[in-house]
T-cell receptor, first 112, second 114 residues
Framework: SQELEQSPQSLIVQEGKNLTINCTSS?????LYWYKQKYGEGLIFLMMLQKGGEEKSHEKITAKLDEKKQQSSLHITASQPSHAGIYLCGARQGTNAGKSTFGDGTTLTVKP | DTGVSQDPRHKITKRGQNVTFRCDPI?????LYWYRQTLGQGPEFLTY????????KSRLLSDRFSAERPKGSFSTLEIQRTEQGDSAMYLCASSPQGDQYEQYFGPGTRLTVT
């Protein structure tokens, strides 16, 4: 089955710094999702990427999909304490598949 | 749109007891998913429904686990004869059918088996 590997596992940055989180798939990606989770809570949807080369932005967060590399990156510009949390990438197992696989997350701490 | 809701939010039970969790999806979503998440891990797929039909089950879903969605609206997840290894966050999500839609997650039910 498909596996998603995220790097780094954890990240501590100073407020105002930029950062990048990567997600690499062991198989072909049929859509890639980024979610944010606060400890002990549900997942909040951030962005979905479906096509190779696609790039989406929301406020200071940008995500890109490299279909050939089976990889996605999430970039945060000028990080703020509100960006702190666990970032998870997820992917469907196939076209119109119900099953999705998730990475183990990257824990982001932003120091004021 | 009130979002996906789950009940209860927390459940503490003794080993060997049965527990049941409920999930109410976003009303117009015909797909409903159950995941299990342990500390430091991402959500693991358990099962999903399209309307009232259970279309896929993970091998993680042992015989002690059963899920239903009788009228294609809310769903229940029951764990029989709970074990300490069942302690986890149980997440429910819903979506419309189709690759262009993301899954909307509920707040989860945290189960602790003592």
């Amino acid at each position: 089955s498909q596996e998603l590997e995220q790097s780094p596992q954890s990240l501590i940055v100073q407020e105002g710094k930029n950062l990048t989180i990567n997600c690499t798939s062991s198989k072909t990606l049929y859509g890639l999702y980024w979610y944010k989770q606060k400890y002990g809570e549900g997942l909040i949807f951030l962005m979905m990427l479906q096509k190779g080369g696609e790039e989406k932005s929301h406020e200071k967060i940008t995500a890109k999909l490299d279909e050939k590399k089976q990889q996605s990156s999430l970039h945060i510009t000028a990080s703020q304490p509100s960006h702190a949390g666990i970032y998870l990438c997820g992917a469907r197992q196939g076209t119109n598949a119900g099953k999705s696989t998730f990475g183990d997350g990257t824990t982001l701490t932003v120091k004021p | 749109d009130t979002g996906v809701s789950q009940d209860p939010r927390h459940k503490i039970t003794k080993r060997g007891q049965n527990v049941t969790f409920r999930c109410d999806p976003i009303s117009e979503h015909n797909r409903l998913y159950w995941y299990r998440q342990t500390l430091g891990q991402g959500p693991e797929f358990l099962t999903y429904f399209q309307n009232e039909a259970q279309l896929e089950k993970s091998r993680l879903l042992s015989d002690r686990f059963s899920a239903e969605r009788p009228k294609g609206s809310f769903s229940t997840l029951e764990i029989q004869r709970t074990e300490q290894g069942d302690s986890a966050m149980y997440l429910c999500a819903s979506s419309p059918q189709g690759d262009q839609y993301e899954q909307y997650f509920g707040p989860g039910t945290r189960l602790t088996v003592t």
